[in-house]
């Protein structure tokens, strides 16, 4: 795990790796790890292929993990970064009606600047 402790660069500075745009994006979310535990959560921002949340309890990186609700229903996603208790997740086999609804919601919100949570 790379944190922006052990890099000496402020996540202002680090560059954005991230294929999509992210954006503004504050909801409760349910995080069900891969031995079905549940851990409520709240997301900090969203892009076509992933997001951002705080969880109330610790995930692994590399896990996959089950997030609802996003685009209506739950979403497949791997644990990418850490860094305390917010987490970066990558979406993974969203259907083409997810990936839809999460590409029209991401219209209708404010841009989240690059890296400002350096995950």
Do not use: W
Request: aromatic letters at 6%; charged letters at 20%.
């Amino acid at each position: 795990m790379q944190t922006v402790a052990n890099t000496g660069a402020s996540p202002e500075n680090l560059p954005d790796r991230r294929r999509h745009p992210r954006y503004r994006y504050s909801v409760p979310i349910t995080i069900r790890s891969a031995d079905g535990t549940t851990i409520p959560g709240i997301t900090i921002e969203i892009s076509e292929s992933g997001m951002s949340a705080i969880a109330a309890h610790t995930l692994n990186v590399n896990d996959t993990v089950a997030l609802h609700p996003v685009a209506g229903s739950a979403v497949s996603a791997l644990v990418r970064r850490r860094i305390g208790r917010v987490y970066g997740f990558e979406f993974l086999h969203l259907t083409s009606k997810q990936a839809r609804k999460i590409r029209e919601r991401c219209k209708t919100l404010a841009r989240y600047p690059g890296n400002s949570l350096g995950i």
